[in-house]
């Protein structure tokens, strides 16, 4: 991913030489580890840079937890602070490629353009983890009737799909760049056909980070329409048999389990299997009932909190852990002499939230966009403003 490696210089210049520069937000210092932050607003994004300093040369680059999913803006933004800062570059990969297919942002839908989105088709379906995406094409190409969204949290695949949903000229695919456990909250009751879970990764050493899940599975059934489906597809043993345990624990639902189908459209991956004969299991989970409508009512705000003098020597920076959710400090930053950035882990454990919170004398936010309005999310975002307000 984009980087540059520039001379040293002194840091504590980079308020002078940036000041009044509209893109440039803040500078922030970590207080116990060697490393800084840049919070930027460029082409209407905002996102973090991290510069790493060491004896040598000093090391700038994107920070992931704010990364912005188009390249190239992050490339032109790095390019554009080494300028603007008359750094000394000694190495860059950071060539910015016009002609490659530009992302289209009408397909890339952020998570929370979920809040208020317009459906533009009655009929809905989910693809969880699609890959390559062949699966997620040739479904749009013969249903376009449906819309489909494309959940992949593997940034470059996500990227590689917008490119072919261009030079396909589909209209019917939104790519969602997230985790889908925690997309799903986002969506209505009772409006999808169908929901593809196929070939997830099995987590056979961390049986938490699988996708199917007790929540997952409510929140699947909530989502889908009565007669509505959720399809697993797997070659894992392991995977089908807890999948079985797991559909057959919710109430009023049919289960269907197949062996060895052969689909209209596989993947390499399937392919190679089919090769060493090895068994592939379809999983069907029908949704036998009607939900009902899901409110939000979750409100991040953090309500006056503002930043008071010494209050990152009262942080705890151990993880705080309650019977469903945790909130952890993970590292601070002092933003001049009245501000604090603060890297922040918290919600549910198998799905969790990374944030970064801003405080200054005038409020407090997170930066560069809110949690994703899950209930597990609001209970930790309560906590976290508890612990800001009266450490």
Same mark, same amino acid.
């Given at each position: 991913?984009?980087?540059?490696?520039?001379?040293? !210089?002194?840091?504590?210049?980079?308020?002078?030489?940036?000041?009044?520069?509209?893109?440039? *937000? %803040?500078?922030?210092?970590?207080?116990?580890?060697?490393?800084?932050?840049?919070?930027?607003?460029?082409? /209407?994004?905002? %996102?973090?840079?991290?510069?790493?300093?060491?004896?040598?040369?000093?090391?700038?680059?994107? #920070?992931?937890?704010?990364?912005?999913?188009?390249?190239?803006?992050?490339?032109?933004?790095? $390019?554009?602070?080494?300028?603007?800062? #008359?750094?000394?570059?000694?190495?860059? /990969?950071?060539?910015?490629? $016009?002609?490659?297919?530009?992302?289209?942002?009408?397909?890339?839908?952020?998570? #929370?353009?979920?809040?208020?989105?317009?459906?533009?088709?009655?009929?809905?379906?989910?693809?969880?983890?699609?890959?390559?995406?062949?699966? @997620?094409?040739?479904?749009?190409?013969?249903?376009?009737?449906?819309?489909?969204?494309?959940?992949?949290? $593997?940034?470059?695949?996500?990227?590689?799909? *917008?490119?072919?949903?261009?030079?396909?000229? @589909?209209?019917?695919?939104?790519?969602?760049?997230?985790?889908?456990?925690?997309?799903?909250?986002?969506?209505?009751?009772?409006?999808?056909?169908?929901? !593809?879970?196929?070939?997830?990764?099995?987590?056979?050493?961390?049986?938490?980070?699988?996708?199917?899940?007790?929540? %997952?599975?409510?929140?699947?059934?909530?989502?889908? +329409?009565?007669?509505? +489906?959720?399809?697993?597809? &797997?070659?894992?043993?392991?995977?089908?048999?807890?999948?079985?345990? &797991?559909? !057959?624990?919710?109430?009023?639902?049919?289960?269907?389990?197949?062996? /060895?189908?052969?689909?209209?459209?596989?993947?390499?991956?399937?392919? +190679?299997?089919?090769?060493?004969?090895?068994?592939?299991?379809?999983?069907?989970?029908?949704?036998?009932?009607?939900?009902?409508?899901?409110?939000?009512?979750?409100?991040?705000? !953090?309500?006056?909190?503002?930043?008071?003098?010494?209050?990152?020597?009262?942080?705890?920076?151990?993880?705080?852990?309650?019977?469903?959710?945790?909130? $952890?400090?993970?590292?601070?930053?002092?933003?001049?002499?009245?501000?604090?950035?603060?890297?922040?882990?918290?919600?549910?454990?198998? +799905?969790?939230?990374?944030?970064?919170?801003?405080?200054?004398?005038?409020?407090?936010?997170?930066?560069?966009?809110?949690?994703?309005?899950?209930?597990?999310?609001?209970?930790?975002?309560?906590?976290?403003?508890?612990?800001?307000?009266?450490?």
């Amino acid at each position: 991913m984009p980087h540059l490696k520039i001379a040293p !210089f002194d840091t504590s210049l980079i308020e002078q030489k940036m000041y009044g520069d509209a893109m440039f *937000l %803040f500078h922030a210092v970590a207080l116990n580890e060697k490393e800084e932050i840049l919070g930027i607003r460029y082409k /209407n994004e905002e %996102f973090l840079l991290q510069l790493k300093p060491g004896e040598k040369s000093y090391l700038l680059k994107y #920070d992931k937890v704010t990364r912005p999913l188009k390249v190239n803006l992050l490339k032109e933004a790095l $390019h554009e602070v080494s300028v603007r800062l #008359d750094a000394d570059v000694l190495s860059s /990969n950071i060539t910015i490629h $016009h002609k490659k297919p530009p992302l289209s942002s009408r397909y890339f839908k952020k998570i #929370d353009e979920f809040e208020n989105i317009v459906y533009p088709k009655e009929k809905i379906s989910v693809e969880v983890g699609f890959g390559s995406g062949r699966h @997620l094409l040739y479904q749009a190409k013969k249903h376009p009737d449906t819309l489909f969204i494309g959940i992949e949290i $593997h940034t470059p695949s996500a990227q590689q799909v *917008l490119k072919q949903i261009e030079l396909q000229n @589909l209209h019917n695919i939104w790519v969602v760049n997230y985790d889908a456990r925690l997309f799903l909250e986002m969506l209505p009751s009772n409006v999808c056909e169908q929901i !593809f879970v196929h070939f997830p990764v099995p987590w056979d050493k961390k049986p938490h980070r699988r996708v199917i899940g007790k929540g %997952f599975l409510d929140e699947s059934m909530r989502v889908l +329409r009565k007669g509505g +489906r959720l399809e697993l597809r &797997t070659d894992s043993d392991t995977y089908f048999w807890y999948a079985l345990e &797991t559909f !057959f624990s919710v109430p009023q639902t049919k289960v269907e389990v197949q062996k /060895n189908q052969l689909l209209e459209v596989t993947s390499k991956y399937e392919a +190679r299997w089919r090769k060493q004969e090895k068994d592939i299991y379809d999983v069907y989970v029908t949704c036998m009932q009607q939900s009902e409508s899901k409110v939000h009512q979750i409100d991040f705000d !953090f309500h006056g909190i503002k930043y008071v003098q010494g209050l990152e020597e009262r942080l705890a920076t151990d993880a705080i852990v309650f019977e469903d959710y945790f909130v $952890h400090f993970e590292r601070i930053y002092k933003v001049g002499n009245e501000g604090l950035l603060i890297r922040c882990a918290f919600g549910s454990f198998d +799905r969790p939230e990374h944030k970064y919170l801003l405080l200054d004398t005038k409020g407090c936010r997170y930066f560069a966009s809110s949690p994703v309005k899950t209930t597990v999310n609001f209970n930790a975002h309560q906590k976290i403003a508890e612990y800001l307000n009266h450490v």
